[in-house]
């Protein structure tokens, strides 16, 4: 991951929505749960999860979309409908930000992959972890330490 000063900011594919992040990832991933295939139409989507208090989103009003239910919200942008972040239900000390929104989205790369047992056959990432579910929360803290003594930003 190449060096990166924070602010960064980036924004959905028309751009009526924009986000700033002034905190460095705590970590990034590769989801290849079914339903991230669908909202992308990929393999996979990637992820940055950024610390609550160092995302913001600085022009529009993105929409829920995708899951609508009580664990997690998909944020799009209401013009185009690019998937930008996502906030999950009770965990509100973090956002997951769709890295590839980041002006430019080259800076994050992923150290792990998770739900690899939705992954399609023919995808071969060169990822450090791979889970077939989500990390427990042990390892998730293992990996969030890795990835920051790696330098996020």
């Known amino acids: 991951m190449s060096e990166r000063a924070l602010p960064v900011e980036g924004s959905c594919r028309c751009g009526q929505v924009r986000v700033r992040i002034s905190a460095p990832p705590m970590l990034s991933m590769?989801?290849?749960?079914?339903g991230c295939q669908k909202m992308t139409a990929s393999a996979?989507?990637?992820t940055a999860t950024i610390p609550a208090a160092g995302f913001e989103v600085v022009q529009g009003v993105p929409v829920v979309g995708g899951l609508h239910?009580?664990?997690?919200h998909h944020y799009?942008?209401?013009h185009c409908m690019s998937w930008v972040f996502?906030?999950?239900e009770g965990l509100d000390w973090f956002v997951n930000l769709r890295p590839t929104m980041l002006d430019p989205p080259r800076w994050?790369?992923?150290?792990?992959?998770?739900?690899?047992?939705?992954k399609l056959p023919w995808v071969k990432l060169q990822?450090?972890?791979?889970?077939?579910?989500?990390?427990?929360?042990?390892q998730f803290a293992e990996l969030t330490r890795e990835y920051q003594a790696r330098g996020a930003v």
């Not at 590769?30 to 079914?34: P, R, S, T």
């Not at 994050?108 to 939705?118: A, M, Q, R």
């Not at 450090?128 to 579910?133: A, E, G, T």
């Open 30 to 34: 590769a989801c290849h749960c079914a």
């Open 108 to 118: 994050t790369e992923p150290l792990c992959e998770i739900w690899t047992d939705e």
């Open 127 to 138: 990822i450090s972890h791979s889970f077939p579910r989500f990390p427990t929360p042990e």
């Open 86 to 88: 996502t906030r999950a």
């Open 69 to 72: 239910g009580a664990q997690a």
């Open 44 to 46: 996979f989507a990637l």
């Open 76 to 78: 799009h942008c209401p």
